[in-house]
């Protein structure tokens, strides 16, 4: 069983940039959550996806976008990068979007300078 | 938005000793999930717990679900020094689906 795994695991970008962040969701799983991780704090979660939709939303800008694929993978956009935007980005795969466990991937760590 | 509070912020321990840490809310969960984060890698699901009063246990590790749904303790008896890392709380709000809230993290080192 494959577990989580996202790529790159490293990106540094400067303000304005775009930037493409991708995550391959566990064996089974057909829901992928993306949360944002500052440093010293917690995750706060981005948004989620099921059956290649969005399917709930936490606070954050429109600049923040997303897509699945019918694989279940999934891909977290960000327009208009700003020098807060900095922080790990975790993807977490659950079996449903129901509540119940979330397994998370390596994260991948964004610099914006 | 909704907020968890956990706490201690941080702690150091001997090692041997036991280590509790808890979260506390205003608002009511319908799960709740330990997680422990690594320096540079993604957290990992320690207990998930599913019904208020709920008590379960992973090896040295025990957490229970809160009666009033509001909040939930974790436990680690016999603290070694790979225990060292940041434990999160982190609940699933009723009618929110399976979106996570976290708490602040715990910050846990030990002293050999």
């Known amino acids: 069983e494959t577990g989580v795994t996202q790529s790159p695991t490293h990106l540094i970008k400067t303000r304005g940039q775009q930037v493409t962040l991708r995550c391959s969701s566990q064996?089974?799983?057909?829901?992928v959550s993306w949360y944002q991780q500052a440093l010293g704090q917690g995750p706060q979660f981005i948004f989620q996806y099921y059956r290649e939709e969005e399917n709930g939303r936490g606070n954050f800008p429109p600049r923040f976008s997303g897509l699945q694929f019918p694989n279940y993978s999934s891909e977290l956009n960000v327009n208009a990068l700003e020098l807060d935007d900095s922080a790990l980005y975790l993807c977490?795969?659950?079996?449903?979007?129901?509540?119940?466990?979330?397994?998370f991937g390596p994260g991948t760590r964004l610099l914006v300078l | 938005g909704q907020q968890l509070n956990q706490s201690p912020q941080s702690m150091f321990i001997q090692e041997g000793e036991d280590v509790s840490m808890n979260c506390t809310s205003s608002?009511?969960?319908?799960?709740w999930l330990w997680y422990k984060q690594d320096p540079g890698e993604g957290p990992v699901l320690l207990i998930a717990l599913y019904k208020a009063g709920e008590l379960t246990s992973n090896g040295r590790l025990t957490a229970q679900f809160g009666i009033t749904r509001k909040d939930s303790f974790l436990n680690i008896s016999a603290s070694i020094p790979s225990d060292v890392g940041i434990y999160f709380c982190?609940?699933?709000?009723?009618?929110?689906?399976?979106?996570?809230?976290f708490g602040g993290g715990t910050r846990l080192m030990v002293k050999p």
């Open positions: 982190a609940g699933q709000l009723s009618g929110a689906g399976n979106m996570l809230t």
């Open positions: 608002s009511i969960f319908n799960t």
């Open positions: 977490a795969s659950s079996l449903a979007p129901l509540p119940g466990a979330q397994y």
């Open positions: 064996s089974g799983h057909n829901t």
